[in-house]
């Protein structure tokens, strides 16, 4: 899912954007995936970079990526490194799901001293490693300052563009795969054409000529969710298409796009895209 989400137009066109007008590194990471977010990116502080050849300052940072993911849960949340860098997170969760987190950082809050790095230098040596304290000195002084108000308008950019990423998350676990089985694509044509109308797993692998288990288990392998999710899904983005139309009833996009009952319709909604159908409706008219 990251790496579909990471390889989209969307995706690389805001990072490039965000890059060029913040001069700041900005990297989508999957949860649990404690390395270090920024190594490489074309926007990498300088002194990160030379801290990076060190494997305790390693230690160091991913320890902070570690206490950032707990921390940035919920919300966005900012922490700062020895050296006085910081450093933030943004989750992107897809309904009740954390899946990912839009981080950058690596900027100072306020122009950098003499006295303040003779402070980082005094850890970096009580590292027990060699570093070349000049092209370090250097290297920190060229850190981006960036001010209180700008880091939080950032964070606030960052939190509606998780929004857009979370909606696109969940159309592509819905698209076709070229890749996949040709029974497993027809299977998906079939969901597709017939949504609508009441259905069970037993009839789409009727539908495709397998046995119903053995569909069970080619399905969950190839989409990595069950038949009943994957359909949940495709219903839901059906019930947000439909109400692009502000004429179009929110109970008449719920039984228009397959589901049964609005009870089952509400639960379902906001277990997958994380707010109640009416909120969804009033955020997108504020938006049109």
């Known amino acids: 899912m ?33 390395d270090l977010p920024h190594r490489g990116d074309p926007q990498e502080n300088p002194f990160c970079a030379l801290m990076a050849r060190s494997n305790q300052s390693c230690a160091a940072c991913l320890q902070l990526q570690a206490s950032l993911e707990v921390e940035a849960q919920m919300e966005p949340k900012s922490l ?29 809050a306020n122009t950098p001293t003499k006295k303040q790095f003779n402070k980082v230098a005094e850890k970096v040596i009580n590292f027990g490693k060699e570093v070349d304290m000049k092209a370090l000195e ?47 694509v027809r299977a998906r044509n079939y969901i597709e054409e017939n949504h609508m109308e009441e259905m069970s797993l037993d009839e789409v692998a009727k539908a495709v000529n397998m046995s119903a288990f053995y569909f069970c288990k080619m399905f969950k392998k190839s989409t990595g969710m069950t038949f009943t999710d994957y359909l949940a899904r495709v219903r839901v983005e059906k019930v947000k298409n439909l109400l692009l139309n502000p004429h179009k009833r929110i109970s008449e996009a719920a039984f228009e796009a397959g589901f049964q009952s609005l009870s089952q319709f509400n639960r379902v909604f906001r277990k997958i895209a994380g707010e109640a159908p009416t909120a969804y409706r009033e955020r997108i008219q504020r938006a049109a």
Not at 139 to 167: D, G, N, P, T, Y
């Open 138 to 184: 250097e290297a920190w002084f060229q850190s981006r300052v960036v001010s209180k108000r700008q880091h939080e308008s950032i964070l606030r950019l960052l939190s509606i563009f998780s929004q857009h990423l979370a909606a696109l998350s969940n159309q592509l676990m819905v698209q076709e795969d070229t890749a996949e089985a040709p029974a497993i």
């Open 80 to 108: 700062k490194c020895f050296a006085g860098l910081c450093d933030s997170a943004v989750p992107v969760r897809v309904g009740e799901n954390l899946v990912a987190f839009l981080q950058t950082g690596q900027v100072l």
């Open 2 to 34: 990251v790496a579909q989400l990471k390889s989209s137009k969307i995706f690389r066109d805001y990072q490039d954007a965000f890059r060029e007008t913040t001069g700041m590194p900005l990297n989508l990471r999957a949860v649990e995936s404690f």
